[in-house]
């Protein structure tokens, strides 16, 4: 769970994890928050179960970086993101793990797309349908939500993509490898609440267009 800046969910989001009682851990990385995500954190640390293992960057370095220092420290057969805030609810992950009851499949995404619901604005929705676009003609897939914040991968094949993006490019990276490598990408409906700029949320327009070079990249690149 990549943290920054989140002291008006942090709780929430942790409660409504727990709840689930499906984490074997639950990986905390508070990417120098500068308001009391941290203090809440630790007061959050061992009020429930699991604990949390928090780990943290002095300075914001980005989502991918958070990812990455996490995933360092993962010990678990599967690694579920999931976002600090509350557009992507915990209830969703029966949902999400439940194709990794075939061994076969080795990434799951949840759409936001293959379900009715609400936008955060219109340009951001269909960025977000563009960037599926793009993905599935660069590399033959047919996926409907490349950009979504649910992404659940086998411990073994994240560890292997050696992941480099410091910030949300994570997303465009990690796709780019898997379908490289032919990887096929499994996709099942989640909801999904959407919170304003006003409100914290922190990707921005030229995010999109950082998606996008990294779709090309790894894609014109195959032996990164």
């Not at 640390?45 to 604990?51: A, M, V």
């Not at 976002?83 to 793990?97: F, H, I, W």
């Amino acid at each position: 769970m990549p943290v920054y800046n989140e002291e008006a969910t942090i709780g929430e989001i942790v409660g409504r994890v727990r709840a689930t009682g499906l984490p074997y851990e639950i990986i905390v990385v508070d990417d120098g928050s500068s308001d009391n995500s941290a203090a809440l954190l630790a007061a959050l640390e061992e009020s429930g179960q699991p604990p949390l293992r928090i780990l943290r960057h002095e300075q914001n370095q980005g989502k991918g970086a958070a990812v990455r220092t996490g995933l360092a420290a993962v010990t678990g057969d599967l690694v579920l993101v999931q976002d600090a805030d509350l557009e992507y609810d915990p209830a969703d992950y029966t949902v999400l793990l439940a194709p990794f009851d075939d061994p076969a499949v080795e990434v799951v995404y949840g759409s936001r797309n293959l379900g009715r619901n609400p936008r955060s604005s219109h340009a951001f929705y269909w960025g977000g349908r563009f960037l599926s676009w793009v993905t599935n003609r660069l590399y033959g897939a047919r996926i409907t939500d490349e950009a979504t914040g649910f992404k659940v991968f086998r411990t073994q094949l994240l560890k292997g993509l050696n992941l480099e993006g410091n910030g949300f490019e994570f997303c465009p990276e990690a796709t780019g490898k898997i379908l490289r490598r032919r990887i096929a990408i499994h996709e099942v409906p989640i909801s999904y609440s959407p919170r304003s700029w006003k409100e914290g949320k922190k990707i921005r327009w030229y995010d999109g267009l950082s998606a996008l070079w990294y779709l090309l990249k790894y894609r014109i690149l195959p032996g990164r």
